[in-house]
């Protein structure tokens, strides 16, 4: 069982800056990707920043220059950081690793809440 616990989330004014954190704990043997998501209210959850196993990076392209995603395999962590943030960045962010075989592991979320 692979368990991941996000942190860092909290309120900011727009123009200001946050870092997430996924911290990854349990069996995982081979992955595919690892990435964040976040899911505003009312809206689908969408992919933001994600690194695969070769370390390709892939950002949407509404946070392209403003996020940065890095993870450090000794602390078997993942992060993004953001910058600039802008009101429509508020939602509820998530922790994602996919697995060689396919199965998605899912954190909890954060909220990360951006004021004008």
């Known amino acids: 069982q692979v368990q991941l616990v996000e942190s860092g989330g909290g309120l900011v004014q727009a123009g200001g800056s946050l870092r997430l954190s996924c911290a990854a704990s349990g069996s995982i043997f081979s992955i595919n990707s690892m990435g964040w998501y976040r899911q505003a209210p009312g809206k689908q959850r969408d992919l933001v920043a994600s690194?695969?196993?070769?370390?390709?990076?892939n950002y949407a392209d509404s946070v392209k220059g403003r996020f940065t995603i890095s993870r450090d395999n000794a602390k078997n962590t993942m992060y993004l950081q953001m910058n600039s943030l802008k009101p429509e960045d508020t939602a509820v962010y998530y922790c994602n690793i996919y697995s060689a075989i396919g199965t998605p592991y899912w954190g909890q979320g954060t909220q990360v809440t951006v004021s004008s």
């Open positions: 690194i695969t196993s070769g370390g390709r990076l």
